[in-house]
């Protein structure tokens, strides 16, 4: 009897995959979640508590305290009005039977309800819930097919898709087995455990058991649950020979390689580590997921420019997938996997050096930087002219200058080394340990590597002169050849990632050098091939730039308004444009004097007439325009100085202070009288006073 | 060199034996190497033509692979521009293909249970072939020993059934299998009598000498010529309606392409216009196999996902 069972009870539901790839499986679980959750709710079946787990072989929907029957219905519908729906004598009309017809309903029931004032028909539809085992074969098997994956395969005979071959399906609600089908495969009561540490099915009773028996087939199903056993093995690992380097990226993924970690200390030869540690870092992070220990040093042999206070120790932890009792085995597997990177990596390094530096600066001749824009030493000896006009411009002092000429010289050179070409992302360190190798002095060492910062949104600025030089000419030089090559960025398409070396400039120009954009890209354009510089490159370039500049300072927390108001007048000095912008948002939002004042501004703007100039007859001043001329020029000097000084917080309360006079003027004067003389005048009287505002920002952009 | 106390040891050729022979009874046919060079043996036609048309299909083989770029004058202990793979196709894959592959180990010496076993992912993709299937490369702590493969496009044209491609890196596993850090260290045989052959006894010369004829010796205008002219024949036997025999001119041309590569005869730009030279070959080869009455469909494949590979291929052998 239907009566006698319990109004709810747990669903487990899991997809059982050969091997799904680390990735994009972090974002399968969390969409698995939102189906879910939708699915359960347009079915009108209530939960308790709803989680998802995965592992590289399973993902995992628990579902407690699910209604065991779905919420009763009642669906109305909106037919005909009442004057369609029946004739004269209250008769239903053919287009009231066709309705009730096609809703499967009485004509007996059809009600009628005010809508906006007219009376419609309605018809309701009462809906009785149905059982969720009737419900959730189909809702599941909507999970299944619901999950959008960047890429998907078949496999065997079968027409389904999915991430990787799906191999079993259990879904139970209670004890009872929910039946679905995905391609040929049928839902079952089975899980598998660990691939090689539980060899047989395992039926599962209850959702309750899942976890556990799972547990004891060596899965752990919950993947925060195997983060933090990864990060305790880890650093438990690591700890006798000092700090564990966990990247946030590798943990993620090793969360994703395996069902019961477990870690594993290894080890190689010490005689490695005279190789650049980011070097090592690399070949254990990026290649083998393997991560690496940092040791303070007692030592001062670093062949890098500064001394550091922490080395890379020879031990690194692996997590395994593994039975822990094979664990010398897999170790020992791993460290001649290690062994061989490492012999390849110091072999690298090892030629490197022998060519030197300023060989591998000869070689960059031979190294295509863009079709239409030649060579690495064709951007080479851009970046060294863009850079020996930086120093110019900004007035760097001699030693400075040199230090960038030469970095600027280097910057590229390791591009064409055996150890760039294997491991691309260590570009720039490398070369800072090759300069420092050949005697460059440090703080030329220290640019190469820095040249390409930031290299990602929220990296840290190059901290040197020098380094903020260079770093600047490459990314100016970048950013206009490519543009001017025809690669401008659209849309999601940034094949040259110039927005965020755009962001890199502006950031380095806000935080570090005062300069005008518009004078580094005019520079940049001057010395691209000849058949490159078009009439509107320059211009391109600058709107480009200030696209970025626009939503940098909106992130800064300023409004489009404000941020549109001081653009209108310093796009390119993006330094000067955040104090603007500061300086605005925060007068705008204390001072009500404010509002006031961009009216007048915005009134007198489109009265203006800058034909009229600013000469004005002083005999012709009435009472009200004496006041505000008066009010003017008093204030004049003091404006033009703040503005110089960029005091813009005394700017603006100095032009808040004549909002008496505005308004008095406004209120007071007629300004398109009849009389032409009288009317001139007032005119001048307001360009003037727009002349006071115009060089700081377009205040029309602030009243709307 | 006497090794008689590594005789419980698999040498080289036992290993390649043994894994015929655990294919051969699980049911495929185990042919011989293809007689042409190929890049990999995925290049061979039991595979790649095989792997089109709705017909079931079982076959392991060894194939000597040539990767000239990839020569280190017998210096490198890991790396080879001549090597072997151990070819499996299980048309249409079985629901236990991953099993079947673990359990094949077995016969090796290796367990995998008392190992770190991995599937990473590892996406494949032809450019010259217009083939794609996406799968892992398989890890045995920590190494790459082998790759796994569901192809589903080949030729252009859409696998149905589903093949699975097993690729066994030959050296590599019978390194950890001996226990060696060089391949030229591994025992290739051994006789009655203890006495070892090794890898470097059989081609340590020949990796010397290929590295310099690959790198600095190989007669580029007589290359280029080579490879016009196999193209040429390939069109031509296409016309003939014969597509197997014109697909041996597919595999003339890549060979010479990645010779040519090796040289660094071929620019970045050319690059591109070559790989699509030869997949056009290959993908007329696929169509003419398919029967004429299907060609249409790899156009309409190709157009579908063609743009996004092509703009994929900068790199990669063909």
């Known amino acids: 009897m239907d009566i006698l069972k319990p109004y709810t009870a747990d669903l487990l539901f899991e997809i059982g ?29 209530d939960y308790k508590d709803l989680q998802v787990y995965s592992t590289p072989r399973r993902l995992a929907l628990l579902v407690s305290g699910l209604a065991q029957r779905q919420k009763d219905s009642e669906i109305e519908y909106k037919g005909p009005s009442k004057a369609i729906a029946y004739d004269a004598e209250g008769n239903a009309t053919k287009a009231l039977e066709g309705f009730a017809r096609g809703k499967g309903i009485d004509l007996a029931t059809i009600e009628l309800r005010d809508s906006d004032g007219t009376e419609y028909t309605y018809a309701i539809k009462q809906e009785k819930g149905l059982p969720a085992r009737d419900v959730l074969p189909s809702l599941l098997q909507g999970l299944i097919t619901g999950i959008d994956w960047p890429k998907k395969q078949r496999w065997g005979s079968s027409e389904v898709a999915f991430i990787r071959p799906v191999r079993w399906i259990l879904a139970i609600l209670g004890a009872d087995t929910i039946p679905l089908n995905f391609g040929d495969l049928e839902s079952s009561n089975y899980t598998y455990g660990h691939r090689f540490l539980s060899t047989q099915r395992i039926p599962i009773q209850a959702m309750r ?17 195997r983060r933090e056993m990864i990060v305790e093995g880890i650093n438990q690992q690591a700890a006798p020979h000092g700090t564990a380097l966990v990247p946030e990226k590798v943990l993620a993924e090793v969360v994703n390689l395996c069902e019961f970690p477990n870690a594993l200390l290894c080890s190689f030869d010490p005689e490695f580590l005279r190789v650049p540690r980011e070097i090592l870092e690399y070949a254990m992070n990026a290649h083998q997921r393997y991560f690496a220990i940092q040791t303070e040093s007692q030592t001062e042999d670093q062949i890098g420019d500064q001394p550091k206070e922490e080395s890379l120790d020879h031990h690194f932890v692996v997590i395994s997938n593994g039975d822990p009792a094979c664990a010398p085995v897999i170790a020992a597997g791993n460290e001649s996997v290690m062994r061989a990177r490492l012999a390849d990596a110091a072999f690298f390094y090892d030629e490197d050096l022998k060519v030197g530096l300023d060989g591998w600066k000869k070689r960059l001749a031979t190294l ?30 001699d030693d400075l200058a040199r230090d960038g000429q030469r970095a600027a010289q280097l910057a590229k050179a390791d591009l064409s080394s055996n150890t760039v070409v294997e491991f691309t992302e260590l570009q720039g360190i490398v070369g800072s340990y090759y300069a420092s190798q050949q005697g460059e002095n440090p703080e030329v060492a220290r640019a190469i590597a820095q040249h390409y910062w930031p290299r990602y949104a929220g990296d840290t600025l190059p901290e040197s002169l020098p380094a903020q030089l260079v770093a600047l000419a490459d990314k100016v030089d970048t950013i206009t050849g490519i543009i001017a090559a025809g690669f401008a960025p659209k849309g999601s398409s940034d094949p040259y990632a110039l927005r965020r070396a755009a962001i890199g400039v502006l950031r380095i120009v806000m935080d570090q050098l005062p300069l005008d954009i518009a004078d580094v890209v005019t520079a940049a354009a001057g010395q691209l091939p000849s058949e490159l510089q078009t009439d509107g490159l320059t211009q391109q370039v600058l709107d480009f730039f200030a696209s970025r500049s626009e939503s940098i300072l909106r992130d800064c927390g300023y409004s489009s308004e404000v941020v549109a108001a001081v653009l209108a007048t310093v796009a390119t000095r993006p330094a000067d444009a955040a104090l603007r912008c500061a300086a605005l948002q925060d007068f705008t939002s204390s001072s009500d004097a404010w509002e006031n004042l961009s009216v007048a501004y915005t009134r007198a703007k489109n009265l203006s007439d800058p034909e009229v100039g600013d000469r004005i007859d002083t005999d012709l001043l009435a009472e009200s325009d004496q006041n505000f001329y008066s009010a003017l020029t008093e204030a004049q000097p003091r404006i033009a100085a703040y503005l110089d000084e960029h005091a813009y917080a005394d700017y603006l309360q100095q032009l808040a202070d004549l909002r008496a006079s505005v308004d008095d003027f406004f209120d007071n004067a007629m300004i398109m009288t009849d009389d032409q003389q009288l009317r001139r005048n007032r005119l001048a009287l307001l360009n003037l006073f727009i002349a006071l505002i115009e060089p700081f920002a377009d205040l029309r952009r602030l009243s709307k | 060199m006497n090794v008689r106390s590594q005789r419980d040891m698999l040498t080289f050729q036992e290993g390649i034996l043994a894994l015929q022979n655990y294919w051969a009874n699980y049911g495929c046919v185990i042919l011989q190497p293809y007689d042409s060079e190929v890049g990999a043996g995925t290049f061979h036609p039991a595979t790649v ?58 016969v090796l010496g290796i367990d995998p249970a008392k190992h770190d076993m991995r599937l990473v992912e590892d996406d494949w993709e032809s450019p010259t072939l217009g083939a794609w299937g996406l799968g892992w490369e398989v890890w045995l702590d920590g ?13 252009g044209f859409e696998c149905r059934p589903v093949p699975a491609e097993i690729t066994y890196g030959l050296e590599r596993l019978m390194m950890i299998v001996q226990g060696v850090d060089s391949v030229y260290d591994l025992v290739w045989s051994l006789s009655p009598a203890g006495d070892a052959v090794t890898y470097g006894d059989v081609f340590k010369i020949n990796e010397q000498q290929y590295s310099a004829y690959n790198f600095e010796t190989a007669s580029v205008p007589f290359l280029l010529d080579l490879f016009a002219q196999f193209e040429a024949e390939c069109v031509h036997t296409l016309a003939a309606q014969l597509p197997i025999p014109a697909y041996d001119y597919v595999l003339k041309c890549s060979h010479v392409f990645n010779l040519l590569d090796a040289r660094g005869a071929i620019s970045a730009t050319e690059r591109q216009a070559y790989i699509l030279r030869v997949r056009d ?16 469909d790899a156009d309409a494949a190709d157009s579908a996902d063609g743009a996004e590979t092509a703009a994929k291929q900068g790199g990669g052998e063909l």
């Open chain 1, 17 to 45: 995959v050969e091997e799904m790839p680390s990735t994009p499986l972090d974002a399968a679980r969390v969409q698995l979640e939102a189906l879910a959750r939708t699915a359960l709710e347009q079915a009108r079946l």
């Open chain 1, 209 to 225: 058991e899942y976890k556990n028996v799972l547990r004891g087939n060596k899965v752990i199903v919950d993947h925060n649950r």
């Open chain 1, 368 to 397: 295509l930087f863009q079709q239409n824009l030649g060579t690495m030493a064709d951007k080479t000896a851009r970046i060294e002219k863009l850079v020996a006009y930086l120093c110019d411009t900004l007035a760097v002092p």
């Open chain 2, 49 to 106: 033509l095989r792997s089109l048309g709705p017909d079931s299909w079982n076959t392991a083989y060894v194939q000597p692979s040539r990767r000239p770029t990839d020569g280190r004058y017998g210096e490198n202990p890991n790396r080879l521009q001549h090597y072997y793979q151990l070819q499996v196709i299980l048309k249409p894959s079985p629901d236990d293909v991953v099993d079947l592959y673990f359990q094949s180990l077995k």
């Open chain 2, 143 to 155: 190494m790459e020993v082998t790759q796994f493969t569901y192809f589903q496009q080949v030729g």
């Open chain 2, 281 to 296: 070959l290959a993908k007329r080869c696929c169509a003419a196999y398919l029967q004429p009455a299907d060609a249409s």
